[in-house]
Structure formats: C-alpha cells, structure tokens
T-cell receptor, first 115, second 112 residues
Framework: DAGITQSPRYKITETGRQVTLMCHQT?????MFWYRQDLGHGLRLIYY???????DKGEVPDGYVVSRSKTENFPLTLESATRSQTSVYFC??????????????FGPGTRLTVL | GNSVTQMEGPVTLSEEAFLTINCTYT??????LFWYVQYPGEGLQLLLK?????DKGSNKGFEATYRKETTSFHLEKGSVQVSDSAVYFC???????????FGTGTLLAVQP
C-alpha cells in the first residue's frame, strides 16, 4: 500500500517491558518524525530523522530510542515502558525541496496503553 | 525560538455558521505556516498552508492568510458543515528546520 503506515494500531503492555512501534513510508521521503499526542499538550515531537542513519532528539526524547537503517522505516522503541508513556503515537514523513519545508504526512497512529 | 498560540476550544457552532479559529505565532523571520485537521480516530492531515507573507492558503472552503504585521494565521470558513467537526491545529515551522510546532489544537463541534 502506498503512503505511511504504523503498526500495531493498538498495544497494551506492562510497566518495564520493551515495546517497539513501527513506521513505514513508501514515498522515499527524507524526513521522518515521531510525535506523541496527549490531552492538553497537543502534539510533541519525540525524535526526528533527516535521512537514513541521521536522527536527532525532539522536545520529549527521554525513555525512547529510534533508529533509521533504511529510508522507509523509522521504528520507535520504548526501552522500559512507564505509565507516563501511555499516549497516542504518530509517525510522519516529509520530503525536502531545495531546503524549503514540505508538508508532513501522518500515519493513522498507535494507541499505546502501559499498565 | 518559534511558538504558537491557538484559540482554545471547544468551539460549538450550528451548521452554516461562520467559523474563525485564531492562531498567532512568534518567530524569527517568516516561517511557513500550516493548518492541519484531525478527524475522530484518525491521524492529522494537511488542510492548507502558506509559505510567505500575504499568501492565502485555501482548501475545502477553509482559508487562512499569512499576516506578518500581526503574526497571525487565522482559519476561516464561511459556512461550516457537520462533517467539519474535528480538531484543528495551527503549526508554524520551528526555526530553520523541517520541524513543525503544534499548538494544543482547537476542537470544533458543528451541530445540525
């Protein structure tokens, strides 16, 4: 399927477990992003990547790890899940046009519950 | 750094009413500006954008004009429909990057 997909769509886990959320895009976009959405906070950037093997922290990176070995994939790992990481997670991607900011395209989201 | 202030919701309107959702930002220079919409249970999707001062973005009957004098990018629609019920996010670009700053969003509820 063309576009940007996330898996799983729903996940329930327990405190202390490792969880990986997957993100895949078919456009060969350079940039990829991970956000979390919480009531009262809007969307906050966790990590982003400008290209394969290039990642950088966003506003709220603590407790998360990312990698980007291939352009199309950008997995997000919670190394030891905590209840405060219960949230809806969105992945997004965008291209780049001569340094101008391009539209970000969002996946459908993963709803994560940490018990 | 750049920041955004968005009108708090919820905004409740009757069908065919006029809509304004205010958005102001602080920024260095003239960043690109975006409005995204999130329908229930879905991810965000681009509604419209403007890349330079005085540009007007428009889509699906929605409009927003990039006002550098007032550092604003207010969203307007002349006649809302029930199907416009969603959360709307104003998002300027953060500095000289490809990152967006999202406000907390404004929930719009349109009643028949």
């Amino acid at each position: 399927d063309a576009g940007i997909t996330q898996s799983p769509r729903y996940k329930i886990t327990e405190t202390g477990r490792q969880v990986t959320l997957m993100c895949h895009q078919t456009w060969s976009h350079s940039y990829m992003f991970w956000y979390r959405q919480d009531l009262g906070h809007g969307l906050r950037l966790i990590y982003y990547s400008a290209a394969a093997d290039i990642t950088d922290k966003g506003e709220v990176p603590d407790g998360y790890v990312v990698s980007r070995s291939k352009t199309e994939n950008f997995p997000l790992t919670l190394e030891s899940a905590t209840r405060s990481q219960t949230s809806v997670y969105f992945c997004a991607s965008s291209g780049s046009s001569s340094g101008r900011v391009d539209t970000q395209y969002f996946g459908p989201g993963t709803r994560l519950t940490v018990l | 750094g750049n920041s955004v202030t968005q009108m708090e919701g919820p905004v409740t309107l009757s069908e065919e009413a006029f809509l304004t959702i205010n958005c102001t930002y602080t920024a260095t220079g003239y960043p690109s500006l975006f409005w995204y919409v999130q329908y229930p249970g879905e991810g965000l999707q681009l509604l419209l954008k403007a890349t330079k001062a005085d540009d007007k973005g428009s889509n699906k009957g929605f409009e927003a004009t990039y006002r550098k004098e007032t550092t604003s990018f207010h969203l307007e629609k002349g006649s809302v429909q029930v199907s416009d019920s969603a959360v709307y996010f104003c998002a300027p670009v953060r500095g000289a990057t490809n990152k967006l700053i999202f406000g907390t969003g404004t929930l719009l509820a349109v009643q028949p």
